[in-house]
């Protein structure tokens, strides 16, 4: 069984940062690629940004393109989400969700793609 959890979410004011972690355990992470997905109330799950399993790949939203990283740190079996220049319309409850396939040569982006999800964090910016 697959267990993610997030943390690193809050209430931060507009322009500020958070740094979102996600922490895998019960399955080979470092052969999985890994995505954040965010959920406004009212609004469908939407893709944030994927990184492939080696790291070498990333893929971002057009909408947080150049204010938003994702990295990884396969020893600690941990994704990340940096987010800077943060908007009020990226207020949302954000996920983390691994793969379903494995060692997966290009970096997807639908949620059917993707296995195993977390619970969720809040992420609340105000303006």
């Known amino acids: 069984q697959v267990q993610l959890v997030e943390s690193g979410g809050g209430l931060v004011q507009a322009g500020g940062s958070l740094r979102l972690s996600c922490a895998a355990s019960?399955?080979?992470?470092?052969?999985?690629?890994m995505g954040w997905f965010r959920q406004a109330p009212g609004k469908e799950r939407e893709f944030v940004a994927a990184i492939s399993w080696s790291a070498g790949n990333t893929y971002y939203a057009d909408s947080v393109k150049g204010r938003f990283t994702i990295s990884r740190d396969n020893a600690k079996n941990t994704v990340y989400l940096q987010m800077n220049s943060l908007k009020p319309e990226d207020t949302a409850v954000y996920y983390c969700?691994?793969?379903?396939?494995?060692?997966?040569?290009?970096?997807?982006?639908?949620?059917?793609?993707?296995?195993?999800w977390g619970q969720g964090t809040q992420v609340t910016v105000s303006s």
């Open positions: 019960g399955r080979t992470f470092s052969s999985y690629t």
């Open positions: 969700a691994t793969d379903r396939s494995y060692m997966r040569t290009i970096v997807v982006v639908a949620t059917y793609e993707y296995r195993y």
